[in-house]
């Protein structure tokens, strides 16, 4: 029997990877097996783990990959499978594969860091420590990469044809609609990716894209996201919160650190922070934004405006591209960056990776969470079992690089900033559907996230919702 198996994003928000296997295709041979998303687990060591097993059918027996956006826990595992022996296609929009030339690379060349780290201190159990991948082998998958436009219906077999549409999440984001042909009857699926905040900038202040999920749509098996599924995001206007944030850190002399996925986040963060300078609300201090990707991704996020709302729109013409805001640093280099150590004055420092889990931002962190003049502010989802977590939490002390760092540095969370849609907007968004799917799985959600949202289904739809396992096979029947 045809079947999906959840290879990740089960019991958990990292590490998304679904395999449909047709188990035949129409001539009676080996059936087409096709993986929805491709991603790094991330976070704890029982998760991460993971990523070091192999597939369950092997790599080079799957026929494609279909991606939805270009957020590691959904593409960060592409260049290993590759490694592995996968020699298809990988289907994705453009927007979605020109982040992908930035954040692959860069994810490779962090694997490597990590495992040179772990061969300096010996803290590995492996001698010697291996990168997952490396950057080399990052940049070859990339030719592997085909755009498909949203709303284009691409046919990969007789049988199975799929269609991106807009998820809203990222820039490029996309669900993928499955239809599959089986004994002459025809199934729908419908794999959401993660799904954008579904009402406009006046309740969502902090969104950049315009359009919302696509609605109206309908499946007979439909895979979802669950990350928010047991909260509701914050409705006022994170603006004034975040210029007393930072106008309070820098009267007493401290700087402003900022954990953020270095594409489109910060972007959308920097854009905020040059608005409330321009009309006076904080104080005209320096800007760093630390990433190796940092000036790429200005460029991708600035080439890919279709998407964008009205008011980002105007702000993109009114403000200009940040590389040539006055008072704003893009480090490239590891050079660049060792030189924000020696600011002493006060500053905003916006570097990656977001949940802190690796990257520049443990140095900036390391050096200034023992100061209580400074201010953490973070402004992602920080999945458990990361730094950032851990952090956010309130405690007293986090380690970084073997050593445990005193949290002295005031500590606060803008949740507005979420690309995710709430489990209001979630909802929202499934009263449009045109009919009751047959089964819906609920994936990428903590446990109490997915079985909240599951109940919340099933009393206000009435559906028929099961949270996905790990490693669970469900019948397309
Ligand atoms: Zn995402």
Request: hydrophobic letters at 35%.
């Amino acid at each position: 029997m045809p079947y999906i198996q959840f290879l990740g994003a089960a019991g958990t928000v990292t590490g998304s990877k679904h395999l449909i296997n047709t188990t035949y295709d129409s001539s009676g041979k080996q059936g087409f097996q096709v993986l929805i998303d491709c991603g790094l687990f991330q976070g704890q060591k029982e998760w991460r783990e993971r990523n070091w097993q192999d597939t369950p059918v092997p790599a080079r027996e799957i026929d494609a990959v279909i991606l939805t956006h270009a957020h590691l826990d959904h593409c960060g595992w592409i260049p290993r499978l590759v490694k592995e022996g996968f020699r298809g296609s990988i289907y994705a929009t453009q927007p979605t594969i020109d982040l992908c030339w930035v954040v692959l690379p860069d994810s490779g060349h962090l694997q490597e860091e990590d495992a040179a780290f772990y061969n300096k201190t010996r803290t590995s159990k492996h001698t010697p420590a291996l990168p997952l991948y490396t950057m080399e082998e990052a940049q070859e998958c990339l030719k592997q990469f085909q755009p498909v436009d949203f709303d284009q219906v691409k046919q990969l077999r007789p049988e199975f044809s799929f269609r991106f549409v807009h998820a809203a999440h990222i820039v490029g984001s996309s669900m993928v609609e499955i239809s599959l042909g089986l004994n002459g009857s025809n199934k729908r699926l419908l794999f959401t990716g993660d799904i954008g905040r579904v009402r406009d900038s006046q309740v969502a202040p902090g969104r950049v894209l315009h359009s919302g999920p696509t609605e109206g749509e309908s499946a007979d098996i439909l895979v979802m996201e669950s990350t928010y599924g047991n909260r509701v995001h914050p409705k006022e206007d994170p603006r004034p919160e975040l210029a007393k944030l930072i106008t309070d850190t820098v009267n007493r002399g401290g700087s402003v650190i900022v954990p953020a996925f270095a594409v489109e986040r910060t972007q959308k963060f920097l854009f905020m922070v040059k608005d409330l300078m321009e009309s006076g609300q904080i104080p005209k201090v320096p800007v760093f934004a630390d990433s190796p990707m940092a000036i790429e991704a200005v460029n991708v996020f600035l080439k890919h405006t279709e998407e964008f709302s009205e008011e980002t729109k105007q702000q993109v013409q009114k403000l200009g591209s940040p590389l040539t805001w006055p008072g704003f640093n893009f480090a490239k280099s590891p050079d660049d960056s060792k030189k924000i150590n020696d600011v002493k004055y006060p500053s905003i420092i916006v570097s990656s990776s977001g949940m802190v889990s690796g990257g520049r931002i443990l140095h900036h962190l390391m050096l200034r969470l023992p100061d209580p003049r400074n201010t953490v502010i973070f402004i992602g989802f920080q999945s458990p079992g990361t730094r950032g977590a851990t952090i956010k939490s309130g405690a007293k002390e986090v380690k970084i690089f073997g050593q445990f760092v005193p949290i002295r540095a005031q500590v606060a969370a803008l949740e507005q900033f979420s690309d995710h849609a709430d489990t209001a907007e979630l909802l929202e968004w499934l009263h449009t559907f045109k009919g009751q799917p047959q089964e819906t799985y609920l994936v990428h959600g903590e446990p109490d996230a997915a079985n909240q949202l599951k109940q919340a289904m099933t009393k206000e739809l009435g559906w028929k919702v099961e949270v996905a396992q790990w490693k669970e096979k469900v019948e397309i029947l």
